[in-house]
Structures are given as structure tokens and as C-alpha cells.
């Protein structure tokens, strides 16, 4: 579903996408319903809310940035799915002045823990938003992946900073506010009640290989995607992916 012709996108967003996509099938098939209910928080300018959309889903998108929104009427207007995509302004915080509680067949949190000040308090009211037997997708900042990309750049005082920072930062400069490692991320996942079900490491090598190689060798794009998908359900390839997922159910 992504756009084939940006193929430096893909490999930040293939991984989540055939795990999120398998997911909804799973539970639209039983749910017995070809449409879910789906609330994307923080969800921009929709690269995950649009594909969804076009599997025929209903999103709503919350997001701070009415620019953001604004781009994103725009690109559910220009493929054709403007009906099934549902704009709103707010935040994970106050989630709930915008959207019901438990309306949701799947909540999509991606890239939201990172930036938020409670994340334990994001987590919950993402859960908050499920239907009973509900799908959660979380998507946040891996802590190794920061810690290896800095060593690797030859920042090395800047790498250990990171492993000892309670927020994972490796530095004043870093944009990042804040990054997790695996348990942590299914640790707030699990203190809600929910079962998790997978984590994937994402990005795992993507932002590593040198940019020239994927665009000018024969085949390295396709073959580096296989090595993605293949190394983000490996336990090991968690504590150095630049993002990990969590997929996790209610019930």
C-alpha cells in the first residue's frame, strides 16, 4: 500500500505496515465486519491512516498540528478515501475531550510515547479507546538503535550518554525527548491489562547501509526489505532497532 516510487520510505515503514495489516484482517474476520472503527493518535499527515483507509477501514486521526491535518485531508482527498478518514485537533493527553472511550476496534499509537509527558498516562488512554477485544499498535523510539548509530558515527561519549540517560538522550542537541527499550515498551503495554501478542525491532539495519548503496545497487532495496522483515521478529534485533512495535489485544 505504501507508494513504490519512495522506496527510502518503505524500508521505515514496511515492517509495521504488513504487521498492522495483518491485524486488522485478523480482526475484521472476527469482528464478522469488513470495516473496523480505527483511531490513529498522532497520526500527522497519515502515513499509516491513509493505507489503512484505503482497506476500506474508518480513521479517525488525532494530532496537535493543524498543518499536519491539513496535509492530511489533502492526501485522503487525492486517493480517493476523504469519506473514511476523519481529521480532528488534540492530543494523547486529553484524548478523550475529542473521541469516545472504548469506540475502537484499533488504536494505532505511533510515534506519540516518545513526545508525550506521561507516557504510562498515553498508553492508558490509548487502551481507553478499545473496544472490548480491541487491537493496539505501538510504535516508539528504540533506545540500542540511537546507542549504535551514534558509536557507529564515532560519537562515542555521546552513545554512552544515551545508555545512561534515564530518557535515553544523548545529549542536549538529541530531538529525540525520549526513547525505550523492549521491556519498557511492553511493560506500560502490560500494566494496562493487555495481552501482547508480537514485538518487532524496526529499522533495524535500514538506517545503517549507506543511502548510495540501496539506491544504486541492483536488487539491494528488495533484498534489504527481506532482511528487515526477517530480523524484526528476532528477540536479539530488538536492542538495537531504531523503533520497536508492540502489537498487543484486549481481552
Known amino acids: 500500500m505504501f507508494d513504490p516510487l519512495r522506496p527510502r520510505a518503505?524500508?521505515?515503514?514496511?515492517?509495521?505496515?504488513?504487521?498492522?495489516k495483518d491485524a486488522l484482517e485478523h480482526r475484521a474476520e472476527a469482528a464478522g465486519r469488513d470495516a473496523l472503527d480505527v483511531l490513529d493518535t498522532g497520526g500527522g499527515t497519515g502515513?499509516?491512516?491513509?493505507?489503512?483507509?484505503?482497506?476500506?477501514h474508518r480513521v479517525t486521526?488525532?494530532?496537535p498540528s493543524p498543518n499536519a491535518l491539513f496535509a492530511l485531508e489533502r492526501r485522503a482527498a487525492e486517493a480517493g478515501v476523504a469519506d473514511r478518514v476523519r481529521a480532528v485537533q488534540g492530543d494523547a493527553h486529553g484524548l478523550f475531550d475529542v473521541v469516545e472511550p472504548g469506540g475502537y476496534d484499533a488504536v494505532l499509537c505511533h510515534g506519540v510515547l516518545e513526545y508525550v509527558d506521561d507516557p504510562a498516562e498515553g498508553v492508558r488512554n490509548a487502551v481507553g479507546a478499545l473496544r472490548p477485544a480491541g487491537t493496539l499498535?505501538?510504535?516508539?523510539?528504540?533506545?540500542?538503535?540511537?546507542v549504535l548509530?551514534?558509536?557507529?558515527?564515532?560519537?562515542?561519549?555521546?552513545?554512552?550518554?544515551?545508555l545512561s540517560d534515564p530518557a535515553g538522550r544523548w545529549g542536549d542537541g538529541d530531538p529525540v525527548p525520549r526513547r525505550f527499550t523492549a521491556e519498557q515498551l511492553t511493560g506500560l503495554v502490560s500494566d494496562t491489562g493487555l495481552r501482547v501478542g508480537a514485538v518487532h525491532g524496526v529499522r533495524v539495519f535500514a538506517d545503517l547501509v549507506p543511502g548510495v548503496l540501496v539506491d544504486t545497487e541492483p536488487g539491494a532495496m528488495d533484498a534489504l526489505l527481506k532482511l528487515e522483515a526477517a530480523a524484526a521478529e528476532q528477540p536479539a534485533f530488538h536492542s538495537v532497532a531504531t523503533q520497536l512495535h508492540v502489537l498487543a489485544e484486549r481481552g
Open 149 to 162: 548509530a551514534r558509536a557507529l558515527a564515532g560519537h562515542f561519549t555521546e552513545a554512552k550518554n544515551a
Open 47 to 56: 502515513n499509516f491512516a491513509v493505507p489503512v483507509a484505503r482497506l476500506g
Open 10 to 20: 518503505s524500508l521505515r515503514t514496511a515492517v509495521v505496515w504488513e504487521v498492522l
Open 137 to 146: 499498535s505501538l510504535l516508539a523510539a528504540g533506545l540500542g538503535g540511537a
Open 61 to 63: 486521526v488525532v494530532d
